[in-house]
């Protein structure tokens, strides 16, 4: 059990320097390494940004448009979860059947376990998108079980090159938390619908260009918050931020140890949870992203330790909310979100 301790801490600033001012006994967080040093310049090497193309991605080579020689048919669509799901119905539109597997806001999809319906969903399906990554192991066995011939398989995390085995950039599932690989997804989805049905070229390639214009403009708010807000120090309670902090430049402090310990379902290091606690008591960390679908009590502990020290507190979710909106509608719901939040701490409010 983590018994979390209230921790004083009084900020003076002497000298252009911070004196920290203690009583008996000692402060908790005396001798902490907060990962950035007195005057708040991080003393860490940040993961290495990736940000989206400033005009989204270019288009794969398509096959000319022809007259159907025959009638097409609807392709059957199975997506492990309505992020990737909203983006492929929006390439086939009325010539996709599209499912979306994972659509429940109060669902933990780490903690997703697969049932009957959906491994005959996928096995139907003339075309599957899972994220992998260890994100959806559930949805990669059922495709290994199913053992259905001419099946087109995107796996998200495999297309991009992202390996469960690396670090918090370099093995994050969170994939659609970035904009680069949003559009090189979408890229590889439009391919997949032009092989599958290549009479229908003419039809996906005018929904793609709509889709990555669409993209482009919701990218944009990456872009206005990293003009605004570039350096500003942050923290999350999970890994999903990290990839939207490195696009936005802003300075993601808390211990990437907890991120990824609370992401995997598991207890996170006693030493990253008191670190993490002096981040938010310091007075350095102005916004606090709370991950809304991985609640536990050390992260709800969090969250009340950030608002106790006026730490701006925004949620985010791993799914799609509400499940009827569009791709775009939720993730630039959140890009606004975080521009509102670190807005508000920099006015004081």
């Known amino acids: 059990m983590i018994v979390v301790v209230a921790v004083v801490l009084v900020v003076a600033a002497l000298g ?54 025959a009638a097409p048919y609807v392709i059957n669509v199975v997506a492990a979860e309505n992020f990737w799901g909203s983006l492929v119905s929006q390439i086939g539109g009325n010539w996709t059947h599209v499912t979306s597997i994972i659509t429940d806001p109060n669902t933990d999809p ?13 096995a139907q399906a003339q075309y599957v998108i899972i994220n992998n990554v260890g994100y959806d192991d559930w949805a990669s066995e059922l495709v290994a079980a199913d053992g259905v011939a001419n099946q087109t398989i995107l796996n998200v995390g495999d297309s991009l090159g992202v390996s469960v085995t690396g670090g918090i950039v370099t093995g994050n599932p969170h994939l659609w938390y970035n904009p680069t690989y ?7 989805m439009y391919h997949n619908l032009t092989t599958l049905e290549p009479q229908l070229t003419g039809y996906f390639t005018d929904n793609y260009d ?9 990218y944009d708010g990456v872009g206005l918050i990293k003009k605004d807000f570039a350096g500003t120090k942050v923290a999350a309670t999970e890994s999903i931020f990290v990839y939207l902090a490195n696009a936005t430049d802003l300075d993601l402090v808390s211990p990437p140890a907890f991120m990824e310990a609370v992401a995997e379902g598991n ?5 990253s949870v008191v670190t993490f606690q002096c981040q938010l008591d310091s007075g350095q960390v102005k916004v606090l992203v709370f991950n809304a679908q991985t609640v536990t009590p050390i992260t709800t502990n969090m969250k009340a330790i950030a608002q106790e020290h006026n730490v701006t507190v925004m949620s ?34």
């Open 110 to 122: 780490h903690e997703y376990e697969s049932n009957d319906s959906d491994a005959k969903a996928i």
């Open 210 to 218: 709509n889709l990555t214009k669409s993209l482009a403009s919701l």
């Open 16 to 69: 252009g320097t911070y004196a920290y001012l203690v009583s008996v006994p000692p402060a908790p967080c005396a001798g902490v390494n907060l990962g950035f040093n007195a005057t708040g310049e991080s003393s860490t090497t940040p993961p290495v940004a990736t940000t989206a193309p400033a005009g989204g991605v270019a288009s794969p080579a398509a096959l000319a448009p022809s007259s159907p020689a």
């Open 316 to 349: 985010v979710t791993e799914t799609i909310v509400p499940p009827s909106a569009t791709f775009q509608e939720w993730m630039g719901g959140e890009l606004n979100a975080l521009f509102v939040a670190l807005d508000a701490n920099q006015l004081g409010q």
């Open 182 to 188: 949003v559009n090189e997804t979408v890229a590889w």
């Open 267 to 271: 207890d996170p290091p006693d030493p």
